[in-house]
């Protein structure tokens, strides 16, 4: 079965600490994964993907394939950081198979 | 650019009803795929159209039609309207098929079933 899994509805960190968003995906073969972002009012956006292997906005994600997961991570949260972020695989069938998102709200 | 449009922003109906939503993809790009977002969820894809010919649909019931016109905008059908199928319908286009293809999205249109 093909499935991303985000365990965390909600995460909240104070401006300034480590944010790191899980992110957990089923599939058999070499995956494509992806976050994606929808800030406040904006449509959804790309944040990175892994084939890329760069860092936005000072988030990074390395994929695990032991652990079958591609977690999202900044070393020092910033308010501007507070969206909904959407972990995604490309299926077998090219489509994106999505996880239900995880809130980051930034506390100043 | 615009990026990808997509109209109406919001639509209410009534279960039975017909809806048909549009999609403007970016110039340039071939690809539609089309996304249902139920609140709380994360997108569900519904169908990917390419060059005029469907690609890919994933698990929703033949309720659910679309098609890709010429110039590459698209429409997404939906017969027989349930309370369920109200939703944000989210509309994305990429250059081609090749897995490195980045897929932009829409702003959704807003489907509310009465």
């Known amino acids: 079965a093909q499935r991303v899994t985000q365990p965390e509805k909600l995460l909240s960190v104070f401006k300034g600490a480590p944010v790191e968003l899980k992110c957990n995906y089923s599939y058999s073969g070499s995956p494509e994964l992806f976050w994606y972002v929808q800030y406040s009012r904006q449509r959804l956006q790309l944040l990175l993907r892994h084939i890329s292997r760069e860092s936005i906005k000072g988030f990074t994600a390395d994929l695990n394939k032991g652990e079958t997961s591609f977690h999202l991570k900044k070393p020092f949260a910033q308010e501007e950081d507070s969206a909904m972020y959407y972990c995604a695989l490309r299926g077998s069938n090219y489509q994106l198979i999505w996880g239900a998102g995880t809130k980051l709200i930034i506390k100043p | 650019d615009a990026g990808v449009t997509q109209s109406p922003t919001h639509l209410i109906k009534t279960r039975g009803q017909h809806v048909t939503l549009r999609c403007s993809p970016i110039s340039g790009h071939k690809s539609v795929s089309w996304y249902q977002q139920v609140l709380g969820q994360g997108p569900q894809f519904i169908f990917q159209?390419?060059?005029?010919?469907?690609?890919g649909r994933g698990n929703f019931p033949d309720r659910f039609s679309a098609r890709q016109f010429p110039n590459y905008s698209s429409e997404l059908n939906v017969n027989a309207l349930l309370l369920g199928d109200s939703a944000l319908y989210l509309c994305?286009?990429?250059?081609?098929?090749?897995?490195?293809?980045?897929?932009?999205f829409g702003p959704g249109t807003r489907l509310t079933v009465l």
């Open positions: 159209y390419y060059e005029k010919e469907e690609r």
């Open positions: 994305a286009s990429s250059l081609g098929q090749l897995r490195t293809d980045t897929q932009y």
